[in-house]
């Protein structure tokens, strides 16, 4: 499968942005997704997932990184084979390379960057204060 992530852009502290990931050759509800970002010098780090869905729908168990929980949502859209990730209330410690990753039936257990096979190329988000 081939990941293409987009919506990045440069914002303002508590302005929302919404990335996409668009997966290609295979269904997207097969395959657990998530986020991840990366700032100069440091380790990719995870932000959020979803389980992969056995019904091929859109919902599934959830996991989130306490730096972002209660404002990044992860969504998937089976008729679109696109994976969201809403971004609320933004601050400027958000700023960072975003990659979306899936991995086939991956579970939301998975949360580091070995454990996810396909990646996106990532998208660049700068929070301004």
């Known amino acids: 499968v081939q990941l293409q992530a987009s919506g990045g852009g440069l914002v303002q502290a508590g302005d929302s942005l919404r990335l996409s990931c668009v997966a290609s050759?295979?269904?997207?509800?097969?395959?657990?997704v998530a986020w991840f970002r990366q700032t100069p010098g440091k380790e990719r780090e995870f932000v959020t997932n979803?389980?992969?869905?056995?019904?091929?729908?859109?919902?599934?168990?959830?996991n989130v990184a306490d730096s972002v929980k209660g404002r990044f949502t992860i969504s998937r859209d089976p008729a679109k084979n696109t994976v969201y990730l809403q971004m609320n209330s933004l601050k400027v410690e958000d700023t960072a390379v975003y990659y979306c990753?899936?991995?086939?039936?991956?579970?939301?257990?998975?949360?580091?960057?070995?454990?996810?096979?396909?990646w996106g190329q990532g998208t660049l988000v700068t929070v301004s204060s």
């Open positions: 990753a899936a991995r086939y039936r991956g579970s939301s257990s998975r949360t580091t960057p070995a454990e996810y096979e396909y």
């Open positions: 050759e295979l269904p997207i509800s097969l395959y657990g």
């Open positions: 979803l389980n992969w869905s056995n019904s091929g729908g859109s919902g599934g168990s959830t």
